[in-house]
């Protein structure tokens, strides 16, 4: 057991036996004194161990024979790790700064070595580009090489002295001095990839890695700049600039957008693939600036109108997309699309001949201007401000006649019979009449019209849907406020209370000892809120008359002090009629009425006779017999036959006609507007204008007392709602000082005095 211990111990104390570098050995005092445990401890050599005299030279060379294989790409006889050791050990002994300098000679004399094979004249420029990058790599690879073995130079010796650059940079530094920097080298380069990048941009294939890779040299070697970049910049400047040119002349603008297009694409995928990031900012700049900067006003003058006319939404998108890259593109495509619009919606409202369609071709023209403003300018606030300014320009181009005709024809959507659209469309279409309705100025031409419209939906029972006719109340209330729709909702009003009194009127005509056997519906209409209606008088039959008067005496029975006032244009009736055919119902106007019943007493009347009998005016008598005569249902016959109705025609009562429905609603053509009542309702506009002129001039004097002209028209023009010219505003000012509301200053002619 005893000799096993002694054993193990022995074979610790040989492990603590150490073998340094030089191949001395030591043993650890510990080995001396068996049984005891003490620190170790370890000193250096008094002396420092001293190398052969030949050392540092021997060294030298084969690290220079190892240098030698790289360059000429030959195996090397030595071991990678024995010359990575042996930079190691000449460094240890003070040999850097003589390493450093004769690496660098070996380097720089193998570099200057290689300039001759470039100084041959008979290599194509290609062949010029591969032998260039050839070279280049190759003194990449040998660079990293050599690196690689003098790793501990670099890390040590050249780190400590920043003045020295690395192995790397050095490589660097010899290739562009003794390679690049020559003019002949560096002009046939640079040529060489101009050229290669010309025929790639015509459409030719190219190496576009062996670009990459010569262009990646010129940046690594610090001369991209100015020996390539300012060149290639240049080069693409003329190109484009030409191009430019010649293409605006041959090319139809939606081709030259698609080609820009491509052109950017291309130049941003070359930048990608082989050119400096830093090239990417000012070539795309060049290729805007040629093919878009300088031709800014003329693709606009040359195409956007034939692109707004054809709706192409593609390139109109790409229109907006190319010119908001380049400087003023925007603002130029602003100033042309509100330019567009003005000339087009001009054209919509100022054709007479067009009056007919011009509503819905505004409602079009504003849906495809709404559709180029979103989806082809981004939803620019600019271009939809622009849109509105230029609508509201056209559209009050002509005064008074868009918003007459909007009044039309919304009274044609609203009116029963109109069975184009659904509830929800039919709204659809209200709001974007509102749209349109916003831009026009004289809202009170509206308000006439719509009014005289409405009011022949409520008084024939012609509208479509009550809660459409609510609908658009409310959006005009919203429009333009409580005062502008006061007197279209009393007329709603109106209709509403008129029901009510019916309902009295029957629960009265049922008490009274003798009814009539002719139902009757009156409607009262407060003179204020309706259109004013000329009175006429007509010859009614007895019943008729009886039965005015027995409704006249239960009215004012209930309501003293009013007054009632027939309105015989507005009546309407049912009459029962006998033909061959058998019993029919007519729904006629009351002029059609009082002469249909003309028959009952006699077969055949002429025009004079039934114009004598009824009272009816001649214009008005005409256009009734001609619906009762000459329309789809001639419940009358006219001799002679014929369209139009004549002084000496004479008719009788039509018994054969037949009609496949039970109830005939004859046409009641003195419904239709005319020119007279055009007139008319416009006169009465520009008549409430002149009231509404004086009573703002009165309420401003009366607050101011003194007032110059200048400042009463500027007041007058932000209180009135609608366009006046000064020469109006004048008139009326002369009218209020002739009738004393107030006067001239004696000494200041313009100055205005209020008379209280």
């Not at 170790?40 to 002396?47: S, Y």
């Not at 297009?261 to 130049?267: D, G, H, Q, S, T």
């Not at 009562?653 to 239709?672: G, P, V």
Request: net charge neutral.
């Amino acid at each position: 057991m005893a000799e096993d211990i002694r054993q193990d111990k022995k074979a610790n104390f040989s492990a603590l036996t150490e073998h340094n570098n030089n191949g001395v050995t030591r043993t650890s005092a510990l080995a001396n004194k068996t049984g005891t445990s003490k620190k170790l401890v370890i000193k250096n050599f008094k002396d420092r161990p001293k190398i052969a005299e030949n050392y540092t030279e021997d060294t030298w060379l084969k690290l220079r024979d190892a240098v030698g294989a790289i360059q000429n790409s030959t195996s090397i006889k030595y071991n990678l790790e024995e010359l990575y050791q042996a930079v190691e050990n000449l460094c240890s002994y003070k040999v850097s700064p003589t390493l450093y300098k004769q690496l660098r000679q070996v380097c720089e004399d193998h570099v200057q070595a290689q300039i001759h094979q470039f100084r041959e004249e008979s290599l194509d420029s290609l062949s010029f580009l591969k032998r260039m990058n050839r070279c280049w790599q190759d003194h990449c690879r040998q660079t990293i090489m050599i690196r690689s073995i003098f790793l501990f130079l670099d890390r040590t010796y050249v780190l400590q002295n920043s003045l020295l650059p690395s192995i790397w940079d050095t490589g660097l530094e010899l290739f562009r001095t003794h390679i690049i920097s020559d003019a002949a080298v560096q002009k046939r380069t640079v040529d060489g990839i101009l050229e290669q990048i010309e025929r790639e941009r015509n459409g030719e294939t190219v190496d576009r890695s062996l670009l990459r890779s010569l262009l990646g040299m010129l940046s690594d070697l610090q001369v991209y700049k100015e020996s390539f970049e300012e060149r290639f910049l240049a080069e693409t400047n003329r190109l484009y600039a030409a191009e430019g040119q010649r293409l605006m002349q041959e090319r139809d603008v939606p081709e030259y957008l698609h080609h820009v297009a491509r052109r950017l694409e291309e130049e941003n995928d070359r930048d990608i693939s082989y050119l400096d990031q830093s090239t990417q900012k000012p070539l795309i700049s060049t290729v805007e600036k040629q093919l878009l900067g300088e031709h800014l006003t003329a693709i606009l003058q040359k195409g956007l109108s034939v692109l707004m006319d054809g709706n192409r939404v593609t390139e109109l998108a790409l229109l907006y997309q190319l010119f908001s890259k380049v400087k003023g593109g925007l603002p130029a495509l602003l100033q042309f699309w509100r330019d567009y619009i003005k000339t087009f919606g001009g054209e919509i409202v100022g054709t007479p001949e067009k009056d007919k369609d011009m509503v819905q071709d505004l409602l079009d023209f504003k849906d495809k201007m709404d559709n180029v403003a979103h989806n082809c300018f981004a939803r620019n606030e600019s271009f939809i401000n622009a849109m509105k300014e230029a609508f509201e320009n056209f559209i009050n181009k002509r005064p008074n006649k868009p918003a007459e005709l909007i009044a039309k024809y919304v009274d044609t959507k609203l009116r029963a019979g109109n069975k184009e659209a659904t509830e929800e469309e039919l709204e659809r279409i209200l709001d974007k009449i509102m749209i349109i309705f916003r831009f026009i100025h004289g809202k009170d031409v509206f308000e006439a019209f719509y009014k005289k419209d409405l009011a022949k939906r409520l008084l024939v029972g012609k509208s479509a849907s009550v809660d459409a006719e609510k609908s658009m109340l409310s959006k005009l209330k919203h429009e333009c406020g409580a005062a502008f729709t006061s007197k279209l909702e009393g007329m709603f009003k109106d209709m509403e209370l008129s029901k009510d009194v019916m309902i009295q009127y029957k629960q009265y005509t049922q008490n009274q000892s003798e009814p009539s056997n002719i139902e009757l519906t009156v409607n009262i209409l407060t003179m204020g809120y309706w259109p004013s209606y000329t009175p006429m008088e007509v010859h009614l039959p007895p019943e008729m008359v009886k039965l005015q008067e027995v409704f006249k005496l239960f009215y004012l029975g209930k309501h003293s002090g009013r007054k009632l006032q027939w309105q015989p244009t507005l009546g309407h009736a049912v009459l029962k009629t006998q033909f061959k055919e058998g019993k029919k119902e007519l729904q006629v106007s009351l002029f059609q009425t009082l002469v249909l019943i003309m028959f009952n007493e006699g077969e055949e009347f002429s025009i004079e006779e039934i114009r004598s009998a009824t009272g009816i005016e001649e214009g008005e008598l005409c256009r009734t017999l001609q619906s009762l005569a000459c329309g789809k249902a001639r419940v009358l016959n006219k001799n002679p036959r014929g369209k139009e109705v004549e002084d000496g025609d004479r008719f009788n009562f039509n018994t054969d006609f037949r009609h496949k429905l039970f109830r005939i609603k004859i046409n009641q053509i003195q419904m239709k507007e005319t020119v007279e009542e055009q007139v008319s309702t416009t006169e009465r506009v520009f008549q409430d204008r002149q009231y509404q002129i004086d009573a703002a001039v009165v309420r401003i004097m009366k607050m101011r007392k003194t007032l110059s002209h200048n400042l009463l028209v500027s007041e007058l023009y932000n209180q009135l709602k609608f366009p006046v010219k000064p020469g109006d505003l004048k008139k009326r000012i002369e009218s209020l000082i002739d009738r004393d509301y107030m006067e001239r200053d004696k000494e200041t002619p313009n100055q205005y005095h209020y008379v209280a």
